[in-house]
C-alpha cells in the first residue's frame, strides 16, 4: 500500500525552523523524505543543529539552512531563489515565523512599536510568504502553503490583543489565498495550534498560570511540538489534499 504521507521527491521550506514548533515540523517532514530549507532568523547555531540531525540521518545532504527576515521581500524571494537552486523547485512552503509579547498588554497598554513589531512578523511576513509561495510553489500537484496560526484568534482572551489579530489577519487572507489558487492545485490552509510547550509560550508566565491554562485543556496538560507537527505532514501530503482553505485548530479541545 501506497504511504499518503511520504513526501519524497518533495521540497519544503519551513521558516522558524531553528527551534519551537517549526523546528519539529522541519524534521517531521523530512522524515516522510522531504528535501527541507531550515529557515532562521537570529538563531543560526540551533538551525544548523537541525539540519545536521536530518543530514546524518538521511545519510544525504537533504538539508540545508536559510537566515531570513519574514517581514522583507528581498530576503523572502532570496530564499525560493536558494531553495530553487540547490533543489530544483518548492513544492510546500510552511510559515512558521511568529513572535509575541512577553509582557501580555490590554489593548489599550500596547505601545505602538510593539504592535507594528507583531504585525510585520506576523501579519506582514505572512503575506511575503504567501505572495512568493503563489507564484512559485509547483503547480498541478502537490503544491501546499500553510500558515501556523493559533487558537488564541477564537479564545480572544485578555492580552493577547496584537497577537490574536495578527493570526486572524493570516487565516482570513490564507482562505482567500486558496480560492485564488484556483485551477493549480495547490492547497492553503493554517494549524492554529493552542497552548504548547515552547519557550515563547512560557516566556512571561507564572508557574501558577501554567497550570490553570494547562488545566483548561481537556487532556490536561500543555500541547507537545509533537501534537502538531503530525498535522502539518498530513496537509501537506497525498493524503490532505482535499483539505483547503481551512483553519485547524490542534489545541486539544482547548476552550
Not at 538563531?43 to 546524518?56: D, F, L
Request: a neutral charge; hydrophobic letters at 40%.
Amino acid at each position: 500500500m501506497t504511504d499518503q504521507c511520504s513526501l519524497e521527491g518533495r521540497v519544503a521550506i519551513v521558516t522558524g525552523a531553528s527551534r519551537g514548533i517549526g523546528r519539529e515540523i522541519v524534521l517531521h517532514l523530512a522524515a516522510k523524505g522531504a528535501q527541507v530549507v531550515v529557515c532562521y532568523r537570529v538563531n543560526v547555531e540551533k538551525a544548523e543543529e537541525v539540519a545536521t540531525i536530518i543530514n546524518k540521518d538521511r545519510g544525504v545532504g537533504r538539508a540545508i539552512t536559510c537566515q531570513v527576515d519574514v517581514s522583507k521581500a528581498s530576503d523572502v524571494g532570496a530564499l525560493f531563489d536558494r531553495a530553487e537552486q540547490t533543489f530544483g523547485g518548492v513544492h510546500i512552503f510552511v510559515n512558521s515565523a511568529g513572535v509575541a509579547s512577553s509582557t501580555y498588554p490590554t489593548v489599550a497598554e500596547t505601545p505602538e512599536e510593539e504592535w507594528e513589531f507583531i504585525f510585520n512578523v506576523n501579519g506582514k511576513g505572512a503575506f511575503l510568504g504567501c505572495r512568493e509561495a503563489a507564484k512559485r510553489v509547483v503547480r498541478g500537484g502537490g503544491g501546499r502553503i500553510i500558515h501556523i496560526t493559533s487558537s488564541a484568534v477564537g479564545s480572544a482572551k485578555p492580552g493577547y490583543g496584537a497577537y490574536a489579530a495578527s493570526k486572524a489577519a493570516a487565516e482570513t487572507m490564507i482562505k482567500i489565498l486558496a480560492r485564488e489558487l484556483r485551477g493549480t492545485k495547490i492547497t492553503a490552509n493554517c494549524v492554529a495550534p493552542g497552548p504548547v510547550a515552547t519557550e515563547m509560550f512560557f516566556a512571561g508566565k507564572s508557574e501558577a498560570l501554567i497550570e490553570r491554562v494547562a488545566k483548561e485543556v481537556p487532556f490536561e496538560r500543555l500541547g507537545e511540538v509533537g501534537d502538531v507537527a503530525p498535522v502539518v505532514t498530513f496537509l501537506v501530503s497525498d493524503g490532505g489534499d482535499w483539505v483547503n482553505a481551512q483553519v485547524v485548530r490542534a489545541n486539544g479541545g482547548t476552550p
